[in-house]
């Protein structure tokens, strides 16, 4: 027998968040490591926050959004106000009750930046790796840097002369004005985004095109996955600057290999690495003018890569 097509919406729910998150859900181990290493962050927030006044927004649930956000790549924080609105998963992960009502987001961002610039973000990546140094999951031998563009939040349009000097835009849409940049020659030098001044102009490769950009790097332990993350303003020499800052942050007793592509083959960044007790396992770019600086010290081991 066919059943009705029936959709009078329930006034009350008997099941919880909490019931409603599968067991084996991935987020549920994220949660846990993160609820502990907030409670030891407590003391940090206190700093940063006065004891008088109207109660502000909970960091901890500020935080745990901020990690919804780049786990599932939200592009804004309109649209991640919008999906604790009615997504139950991201409620529960947060610490929002089912009718608790959702910041506005002008408000998240506002109180985000206090903890970004208070560096809390930063100590809640130390507070993790911490317990995972504790559960031996990582060793501290063998590395890998690489870096890659993170696309600005600034469009090609507001990349402008500094001097003020560029044409004004098409005022017949005042909300997406007509920008004509073709044929001008546009560089960091000369233009800077007006949204966005930090972004810089860069692309990948010779074959990408330019994009306001950021030079994300990471570095990871070869066993088990990432140890250290850096951000840098775009230049010829930020995934090298960040591989040192990075490498410079291990605490270590013993020497240790550092694996990298050919872009980080320059003798300045091979000749750092082993004052920093690092052996550079970086593929060689021998068509490099000058060749590699990589030498047999490493190459005489079988298979090494060569570009």
């Given at each position: 027998m066919r059943g009705n097509d029936y959709q009078q919406s329930s006034a009350f729910s008997y099941l919880s968040a909490e019931e409603r998150v599968p067991a084996g859900h991935p987020l549920r181990p994220v949660r846990e490591m993160i609820d502990a290493a907030l409670v030891k962050l407590s003391p940090a927030f206190d700093k940063i926050y006065s004891s008088t006044g109207r109660p502000s927004v909970a960091p901890e649930k500020l935080l745990r959004a901020l990690l919804l956000q780049v786990l599932y790549s939200v592009r804004s924080e309109r649209m991640l106000m919008e999906q604790l609105q009615y997504n139950l998963l991201f409620r529960w992960f947060v610490g929002l009750d089912m009718d608790e009502e959702v910041w506005v987001a002008t408000v998240y961002s506002k109180n985000r930046d206090r903890l970004l610039e208070g560096d809390i973000a930063q100590a809640l990546f130390q507070e993790v790796l911490g317990q995972a140094r504790t559960a031996d999951l990582l060793s501290d031998e063998h590395f890998s840097v690489d870096g890659t563009l993170i696309e600005a939040w600034a469009s090609q349009k507001s990349f402008r002369r500094k001097d003020?000097?560029?044409?004004?835009?098409?005022?017949?849409?005042?909300?997406?004005?007509?920008?004509?940049?073709?044929?001008?020659?546009?560089?960091?030098?000369?233009?800077?985004?007006?949204?966005?001044?930090?972004?810089?102009?860069?692309?990948?490769?010779?074959?990408?095109?330019?994009?306001?950009?950021?030079?994300?790097?990471?570095?990871?332990?070869?066993?088990?996955?990432?140890?250290?993350?850096?951000?840098?303003?775009?230049?010829?020499?930020?995934?090298?600057?960040?591989?040192?800052?990075?490498?410079?942050?291990?605490?270590?007793?013993?020497?240790?290999?550092?694996?990298?592509?050919?872009?980080?083959d320059t003798k300045d960044f091979v000749k750092d690495l082993r004052q920093m007790n690092a052996t550079p396992h970086v593929a060689q770019n021998v068509k490099r003018p000058g060749g590699s600086a990589i030498d047999g010290r490493t190459t005489r081991h079988a298979g090494y890569p060569m570009s």
């Amino acid at each position: 027998m066919r059943g009705n097509d029936y959709q009078q919406s329930s006034a009350f729910s008997y099941l919880s968040a909490e019931e409603r998150v599968p067991a084996g859900h991935p987020l549920r181990p994220v949660r846990e490591m993160i609820d502990a290493a907030l409670v030891k962050l407590s003391p940090a927030f206190d700093k940063i926050y006065s004891s008088t006044g109207r109660p502000s927004v909970a960091p901890e649930k500020l935080l745990r959004a901020l990690l919804l956000q780049v786990l599932y790549s939200v592009r804004s924080e309109r649209m991640l106000m919008e999906q604790l609105q009615y997504n139950l998963l991201f409620r529960w992960f947060v610490g929002l009750d089912m009718d608790e009502e959702v910041w506005v987001a002008t408000v998240y961002s506002k109180n985000r930046d206090r903890l970004l610039e208070g560096d809390i973000a930063q100590a809640l990546f130390q507070e993790v790796l911490g317990q995972a140094r504790t559960a031996d999951l990582l060793s501290d031998e063998h590395f890998s840097v690489d870096g890659t563009l993170i696309e600005a939040w600034a469009s090609q349009k507001s990349f402008r002369r500094k001097d003020g000097s560029s044409a004004p835009p098409d005022d017949s849409d005042p909300g997406n004005p007509t920008v004509n940049f073709h044929g001008e020659n546009r560089s960091n030098q000369t233009h800077e985004s007006s949204t966005d001044p930090d972004a810089r102009l860069a692309r990948k490769s010779g074959s990408h095109e330019a994009k306001l950009a950021y030079c994300g790097n990471v570095m990871i332990e070869n066993r088990n996955g990432l140890v250290d993350a850096e951000l840098l303003k775009c230049s010829g020499m930020a995934e090298r600057d960040a591989a040192r800052m990075m490498i410079g942050s291990l605490e270590q007793d013993k020497p240790i290999t550092v694996g990298a592509d050919k872009g980080y083959d320059t003798k300045d960044f091979v000749k750092d690495l082993r004052q920093m007790n690092a052996t550079p396992h970086v593929a060689q770019n021998v068509k490099r003018p000058g060749g590699s600086a990589i030498d047999g010290r490493t190459t005489r081991h079988a298979g090494y890569p060569m570009s």
